[in-house]
């Protein structure tokens, strides 16, 4: 099954309480977000946002300029259902982030919460990375989680890779610097723990 029929089927399949991934509110992104003190009008993009409220709670910080990316047109129909007419001031793109068509050096803010660990190919991870220094402009931010070292093998019944955040720092140089890094245990809906490592990263002028 390719890539965004498997996620099509996930987000049809399974309720939010279903996925391991759940959370009510994405509370360590919305940490590192508000750390950076970010002018509202920012232009902040959601890699693989799926259906999370990470875009509901930006939107109530007073955020303007926000787009969704997503392989699953399921999980943004949700999301934007989910808004009401909210979700019409949001950019959505149902799309596969390495060859998205996204406007170049415009993002202030990538937002990946554990995208990045699915690509387990050296030359799709490459053209991610490529993406992201294209999209964001200079000085601009990317948050990115990844399951940790110690992390599950696998999500949705896919391989990931795991990582520290030294790999992070590596994989995103020299386009991207980094700024923070910090470790996460993320506590799934049916009580289990997943180790998450987040890397606070900023586009380099």
Excluded at 36 to 42: K, N, R
Excluded at 73 to 80: C, D, K, T, Y
Excluded at 121 to 133: E, K, L, P, S, T
Excluded at 136 to 162: H, M, N, Q
């Amino acid at each position: 099954m390719d890539p965004q029929s498997h996620w099509e089927a996930v987000y049809r399949g399974k309720g939010e309480r279903e996925t391991s991934w759940f959370r009510e509110h994405l509370d360590t992104s919305l940490a590192l977000i508000d750390g950076l003190a970010l002018d509202p009008a920012t232009p902040v993009i959601d890699v693989g946002g799926g259906r999370s409220t990470l875009v509901d709670d930006l939107l109530a910080r007073g955020y303007t300029d926000l787009s969704v990316l997503d392989l699953s047109e399921s999980a943004l129909a949700q999301a934007r259902e989910r808004l009401g007419a909210a979700g019409a001031t949001v950019a959505w793109h149902v799309a596969d982030v390495v060859d998205a068509a996204l406007p170049d050096a415009h993002y202030g803010l990538w937002h990946d919460r554990a995208v990045f660990h699915f690509l387990v190919d050296d030359a799709v991870r490459a053209a991610y990375v490529a993406q992201a220094a294209r999209s964001v402009r200079p000085g601009g931010y990317a948050i990115i989680a990844t399951f940790a070292p110690d992390g599950p093998e696998k999500c949705s019944g896919l391989p990931v890779r795991r990582q520290s955040a030294a790999e992070l720092a590596a994989a995103l140089a020299p386009q991207f610097a980094i700024e923070r890094a910090l470790r996460e245990e993320h506590a799934t809906p049916w009580g289990t723990t997943q180790s998450f490592t987040w890397v606070v990263l900023v586009r380099v002028q």
